[in-house]
């Protein structure tokens, strides 16, 4: 799948905005959400908290996960831990990509944040590289994988199933070209014996 | 007020809510891009949330254009159709790909009634290997001596690798699930609930099917 497309699923997640206008509630197809109170904190889907964003008619909450303190304690728990950790967000590259990127200002320290969320991305892909190399080098069909959000997951699919696919193929011929050959020569003895 | 309760009452005939057909069609959306194989039609879902976009527009059409709520609930349908689309499109190109197998094995399912395509998309089916023939015929067949020009429906036909790997996480817990390896004895692993996993699709295309694990 392509990554906006994962990048569309993360935007159903719910967010916190305050909004500076005020309205009845909203009966969406996903939900009712509302009633609208201005500088009332109150939960809607992220595509349209981005909307609200983009017509300035709200400020967006950061989200708890969203900050330094906890970011940096995440982020030492991924380096010293040998397996993945699990994230607060199972969408949390999508949500702070949007976030950042369309109210950047209403996000305390958005700058520094955006930086730890990036090392905490590499670092978690560069562990998803190397245990890839294990599988495939252990020549495995077979992989866990808790706690890996979607979009990790999603960035490894070009590669790793396909390799699996491969490597799965050359051992099934591998054991088809051996099998043939032990029956062709059980064949020849069986009909060699017939002939005596 | 009058539109907000008009889409109420429509949400209150339903036994389902709108909310929950949506999730269903997002789950059905992901596991047909990701499934190697077609998956059974969940076309009662794609019909019922046709009705209620339509609904919907002919409401938002009641309201002045400049109105807030007019533009988020077109952003809303707008989203969903594109799921909708999306999800139709992906099982079209698969009916496309893998034509013959397709309708070989349709044919027997709509004997028990476990179809797993619509009348139409099965009637598109045959349609388009009609056509396919009918293509093959005029430019090539017709044109080679009389021995060759039979239309070899078997060797046309191109089979979804149900030997290939996903990502699946399990909606609920199964225990057993059997790998069969080649060249290695059989291994047994147990998904549980919430857990990820990357294995082959063949052994878990039921649990797909029945719901049990989600692709991701």
Redesign the interface.
């Known amino acids: 799948m392509d990554p906006y497309e994962i990048e569309f699923i993360g935007e159903n997640r719910l967010v916190s905005v305050i909004p500076n206008f005020t309205y009845d509630k909203i009966y969406l197809i996903c939900g009712e959400f509302g009633p609208f109170r201005a500088g009332l904190p109150m939960n809607v889907p992220l595509w349209l908290a981005v909307m609200l964003k983009q017509k300035q008619k709200c400020r967006i909450v950061p989200p708890d996960w969203m900050d330094i303190d906890a970011l940096e304690t995440i982020k030492e728990a991924e380096k010293t831990s040998r397996f993945f950790t699990k994230m607060p967000n199972e969408h949390y590259m999508v949500e702070a990509k949007l976030i950042l990127g369309a109210a950047a200002e209403d996000i305390p320290r958005a700058g520094e944040i955006k930086t730890i969320i990036k090392d905490i991305w590499d670092i978690r892909m560069s562990k998803l590289r190397t245990s890839m190399d294990t599988l495939m080098k252990s020549g495995g069909s077979y992989g866990r994988l808790d706690h890996l959000t979607m979009m990790e997951i999603n960035s490894v699919k070009p590669l790793l199933p396909s390799a699996m696919d491969d490597l799965l193929r050359i051992q099934s011929m591998a054991k088809k070209t051996i099998q043939p050959s032990l029956n062709t020569s059980s064949f020849s003895q069986s009909g060699s014996s017939q002939n005596i | ?1 009058d539109f ?1 309760d008009q ?2 009452s429509s ?1 209150d005939e339903e036994e389902i809510t ?2 929950a057909v ?1 999730k269903t069609l ?1 789950n059905a959306w ?1 596991n047909e ?2 499934s190697p194989e077609i998956l059974p039609h969940c076309n009662e879902m794609v019909e019922c ?1 046709l009705g ?1 976009i339509q609904h ?1 527009e002919r409401n938002i059409n009641k309201l002045p254009k400049t109105d ?2 007019a ?3 077109k ?3 707008s ?2 159709k ?1 799921i909708i689309c999306n999800y139709l499109r992906a099982r079209l190109c698969k009916i496309e790909k893998h034509c013959i197998p397709i309708i070989n094995e349709e044919r027997q399912r709509i004997e028990s009634g476990t179809n797993y395509l619509t009348p139409s998309e099965y009637k598109y089916a045959q349609e388009y290997l009609l056509n396919m023939e009918g293509h093959f015929k005029s430019v090539v067949l017709d044109k080679v001596p009389g021995n060759m020009q039979t239309f070899e429906m078997n060797k046309m036909a191109i089979y979804p ?1 149900l ?5 699946l996480k399990a909606n609920e817990t199964v225990n057993g699930v059997v ?1 069969d ?3 290695e004895q059989d ?1 047994e ?1 147990d998904l549980e609930e919430g ?6 699709y063949k052994p878990v295309a039921d649990l797909v099917k029945s719901g049990k694990v989600q692709l ?1």
Request: aromatic share 6%; charged share 15%; no cysteine.
């Open positions: 007020m907000n889409i109420e949400g709108a909310e949506l997002y992901q891009r990701l949330m209620q919907m807030l709520r533009s988020i609930h952003m809303e349908l989203r969903i594109y690798n030997q290939s790997h996903v990502f790998l390896l080649p060249g291994e692993i857990s990820q996993h990357i294995l082959l991701i």
